[in-house]
């Protein structure tokens, strides 16, 4: 018998017949619970906080390729005003 990472409840799965990468949901608390080993068989949560900051950083690197890039214009801008 196997348990959820996050409760602890028992996942009733036939060891026999699962894959490596084989994605469930515990039934106790709804967490995506990927299997990382079959022999013996264990799980890992796969976090949507971990998925929401890729997103976050994603959008935060948009940003920061917009700020340089307006730092860059004024800089250009700049030199014009030098010449």
């Given at each position: 018998?196997?348990?959820?990472p996050k409760?602890?409840?028992?996942?009733?799965?036939?060891e026999d017949e699962?894959e490596?990468?084989?994605?469930l949901?515990?039934?106790?608390c709804?967490?995506?619970?990927e299997?990382?080993?079959?022999?013996?068989?264990?799980l890992?949560?796969?976090?949507?906080?971990?998925?929401d900051?890729?997103e976050s950083?994603?959008?935060?690197g948009?940003e920061s390729d917009?700020?340089e890039?307006?730092?860059?214009?004024e800089?250009e801008?700049?030199?014009?005003?030098?010449?």
């Amino acid at each position: 018998m196997v348990r959820c990472p996050k409760c602890e409840a028992e996942i009733d799965l036939d060891e026999d017949e699962v894959e490596e990468g084989e994605i469930l949901t515990c039934v106790e608390c709804d967490a995506e619970l990927e299997i990382v080993q079959i022999q013996p068989v264990r799980l890992n949560v796969i976090s949507e906080d971990d998925e929401d900051d890729d997103e976050s950083a994603d959008d935060n690197g948009d940003e920061s390729d917009e700020d340089e890039e307006g730092l860059l214009d004024e800089e250009e801008s700049e030199e014009d005003l030098d010449e």
